[in-house]
């Protein structure tokens, strides 16, 4: 039972444009929601939360949505560079001990 | 600065053979500790987390097992290996509560079981 759903498991954007990044969940008692981003080989890291009082949140380049009614929430990145290329994971959290992520999503940004 | 050793960095291993994966922590103490798995075509599933020495807790029952024999060591094992265990390892830790503290992962494990 996938709780955190990418429906997308990849996205080409063009540098310089928008990358909107997805997120669906189905539990309405996930409290904190995050980002992480994974380069090949290498762990996810950070890059931005929020939290489900809120329904945005930004940090320079990148802008995450909440819908709660919808569930969903979605990453925008504006502009897209290509060091952005990377698979992005999103997680949700109800227990604040425990993170439960999504499939990601692979972004492609070309020149 | 804090940093997270893993390893080995790959392994193969034949079906029904041991497992034992390292994680330790540097440059912190009592941290949060977890072991997530990425299988192909899923997404990071946690397998264990420790808030302390000898504390863990599974979340996916299956042929491994976890330990923290020190405040900062994680130790993943198996005693059979099956073909499902094949995958993408990683050990992170946090300070505090995972959702409102950033967790720090390592470079992690690719486990491929033939």
């Known amino acids: 039972d996938q709780q955190v759903k990418q429906n997308s498991p990849s996205l080409s954007v063009q540098e310089g444009r928008i990358s909107i990044l997805n997120c669906d969940y189905t539990n309405s008692m996930f409290d904190y929601f995050l980002w992480y981003k994974k380069y090949p080989a290498e762990g996810p890291t950070f890059l931005i939360s929020?939290?489900?009082?809120?329904d945005k949140n930004e940090d320079g380049r990148f802008t995450v949505f909440l819908n709660k009614s919808a569930k969903h929430l979605s990453l925008h990145i504006v502009p897209s560079q290509p060091g952005d290329s990377a698979v992005y994971f999103c997680?949700?959290?109800?227990?604040?001990?425990?993170?439960?992520f999504g499939t990601g999503t692979r972004l492609q940004v070309f020149p | 600065s804090q940093t997270i050793h893993q390893w080995p960095a790959t392994l193969v291993q034949p079906v029904g053979s041991p497992l034992s994966l390292e994680c330790t922590v540097e440059?912190?103490?009592?941290?949060?500790l977890y072991w997530y798995r990425q299988a192909a075509g899923r997404g990071l599933q946690l397998l264990f987390y420790?808030?302390?020495?000898?504390?863990i807790s599974s979340e996916v029952p299956q042929n491994l097992s976890a330990s923290r024999p020190q405040d900062r060591q994680f130790i993943l094992s198996s005693k059979k290996l099956l073909l499902s265990d094949s995958g993408f390892y990683l050990c992170a830790w946090s300070v505090g509560l995972a959702a409102y503290n950033e967790q720090f992962f390592g470079p992690g494990t690719r486990l491929t079981v033939l």
């Open positions: 420790s808030v302390g020495i000898g504390q």
């Open positions: 440059g912190t103490s009592n941290p949060n």
């Open positions: 997680a949700a959290s109800l227990v604040p001990d425990k993170l439960i």
């Open positions: 929020i939290s489900s009082i809120k």
